[in-house]
Every structure is written in C-alpha cells, then in structure tokens.
C-alpha cells in the first residue's frame, strides 16, 4: 500500500463532520425503559455557542432515546439543533451539560481518546455526500473502519469485498468513488458504517443526492442491514419520499422538540 494510501486510511478517524440526529423525544425517563432493548438515551442535553460575543442557545435540556431495531427519523428547520445534537450523540461534540450513554456506557463524561474509541467501535455514520476518501476503491473506503480497529488490511479488504456484494457492487469493488454513480457511492458509504456492526448508526440526509429510485434501494439496505445488527437508527431528512420507513419522526424547533 502507498504512502499516500496509508495516510488516507489514517486521515479518517480525524474527521469530524457535522451530521444531525433524530431525538425520540418522549417524556419518560431513561430509568423506566427497557435497558436491554435500548441503544441511545440522552438526558437534559444543552449546549450553547457564543456567535458576535453573544451567547446563543442551540439546545435546551432535550431528551431522546433510541431503541434496537428501531429507525427514528428527525426533522425540523434550518437552526433548529439538529446537527449539534446529532454530533454530540455520534460523540464527535461535547455538550455544555446533561447525559449521553451509548448501549449502556456512559459518554458524555469520557476523554475525547476514549469517545473516539466508542465512535469508532460503536457508531457509523452515513453522510448526504458519501465522504468516500476519492483516492481509495470502493472495498478499500470499506475497510477503513476495520482497519482504524486494527485489522489487517488483507482481512479488512476480505470482509469489505463480502458486504459489498450484499449491497449489489461486487462488480465494482476496485473502481474509484469518481467513477462511480451517486446511488453506487451512497451504498458504498452505507456498507462502509456497518461494516464494524456498530449499535448506532446515524445519517445526515442520506437520500437527498439520490433519484426516487436510488433512494429507496439505499433505505431498504439500510433497513435490512440495520436489522441484522440489531442496531438503532437516526435519520435526519427531509425527503418525503423515505418516511414511510420511519418507526418514529420527531421535530426540533428553538433547540426543543415539539
């Protein structure tokens, strides 16, 4: 593998991209669910940002959860908090004060080396353009997260190889991002957040680079990938065309659910 190559795979586990969450925001408490089928549960998140030397609040004790095998799908105006609350439940923000605990750990309270390790062993994110390292094949974008976790990379490629013909592209596993079609690197980039199986899987707006039909055949991988897993799902979106495969959807306004 070229050095340039090598330092690719290693640039990924520094991004940092603004996504946005869903937040099933029900009034029960943490404490009376079901712990075993929970995923996600955040309490009294707040977080401000000071913009021209005024504090700004983004968001206001917002409480969510997300349980395993559920698709919970977010919405609401630009401003509204969503892609802070989503980066502080995909461990990549710090809130200002309140609780996050991912498959049972807490981690609002750890170092930002042992957030990334949660992030990396137990979050995948899928993104509305792709973030497909264009240097890399399909199967080598694929095998970056197992490579980040320490596997070879002939193994990561093996298993990157095996879930790309689950989502149809076995044909193209050597060809580069820039040659492929918008849906092919949508289905690239999904494959890539659940190849680790990770128990919460987030995405920002994951149909909106795609036809009616890409769409729909990336949401029913997702789906089916998801439920394999066990994983839950957040989805911000705005495409009316995907609701249908929501369990829950819950607006934000003013940093507040509805």
Same mark, same amino acid.
């Given at each position: 593998?070229?050095?340039?190559t090598s330092?690719d795979?290693s640039?990924l586990?520094?991004?940092v991209?603004n996504?946005?969450v869903p937040?099933? *925001?029900?009034s029960e408490?943490? *404490?009376?669910?079901?712990? +075993?089928?929970? @995923?996600?549960?955040a309490n009294?998140?707040?977080?401000?940002?000071?913009?021209g030397?005024?504090?700004?609040?983004v968001l206001n004790?917002?409480? %969510?959860y *997300?349980?395993?095998?559920?698709?919970?799908?977010?919405? #609401?105006?630009?401003g509204?908090?969503k892609s802070t609350?989503?980066?502080?439940m995909?461990c990549l923000l710090?809130?200002?004060?309140?609780?996050?605990s !991912?498959?049972g750990?807490r981690v609002?309270?750890?170092?930002?080396?042992k957030r990334?390790?949660v992030?990396?062993?137990?979050i995948?994110?899928? %993104?509305?353009? %792709?973030q497909?390292?264009?240097?890399?094949?399909a199967?080598?974008?694929?095998?970056?997260?197992?490579?980040?976790?320490? $596997?070879?990379?002939?193994?990561?490629?093996?298993?990157?190889?095996?879930?790309l013909?689950?989502v149809?592209?076995?044909?193209h596993?050597r060809?580069?991002p820039t040659? $492929?079609?918008p849906?092919?690197?949508?289905?690239?980039a999904?494959?890539?957040?659940?190849?680790t199986?990770?128990?919460?899987l987030?995405?920002?707006?994951?149909?909106?680079?795609?036809?009616?039909k890409? #769409?729909?055949?990336v949401?029913?991988? $997702?789906? +089916?990938l998801?439920a394999?897993?066990?994983?839950?799902?957040v989805?911000?979106t705005?495409?009316?065309? !995907?609701?249908?495969?929501?369990?829950?959807?819950c607006? @934000?306004e003013? #940093?507040?659910?509805?």
């Amino acid at each position: 593998m070229s050095n340039q190559t090598s330092a690719d795979l290693s640039s990924l586990s520094a991004t940092v991209v603004n996504v946005a969450v869903p937040s099933g *925001a029900r009034s029960e408490d943490a *404490a009376t669910r079901d712990s +075993e089928k929970n @995923i996600l549960t955040a309490n009294q998140i707040r977080k401000s940002y000071h913009i021209g030397g005024e504090p700004r609040c983004v968001l206001n004790g917002v409480n %969510f959860y *997300a349980d395993a095998d559920e698709c919970v799908f977010l919405s #609401g105006p630009s401003g509204s908090g969503k892609s802070t609350l989503l980066s502080i439940m995909g461990c990549l923000l710090e809130c200002d004060s309140g609780e996050i605990s !991912i498959a049972g750990q807490r981690v609002d309270q750890l170092s930002v080396s042992k957030r990334t390790r949660v992030r990396r062993q137990s979050i995948g994110f899928v %993104f509305q353009r %792709f973030q497909l390292i264009r240097g890399l094949s399909a199967e080598d974008n694929v095998a970056v997260p197992l490579t980040l976790q320490g $596997m070879s990379l002939a193994e990561a490629r093996e298993k990157a190889g095996e879930l790309l013909g689950r989502v149809g592209l076995s044909l193209h596993r050597r060809q580069l991002p820039t040659a $492929m079609s918008p849906g092919q690197c949508q289905r690239v980039a999904l494959a890539r957040a659940v190849i680790t199986k990770p128990k919460l899987l987030l995405a920002d707006e994951p149909t909106a680079a795609l036809d009616g039909k890409s #769409g729909a055949e990336v949401m029913e991988l $997702m789906k +089916e990938l998801v439920a394999e897993t066990g994983s839950a799902s957040v989805i911000v979106t705005h495409d009316p065309r !995907i609701l249908k495969y929501a369990d829950r959807i819950c607006e @934000i306004e003013n #940093g507040q659910f509805k």
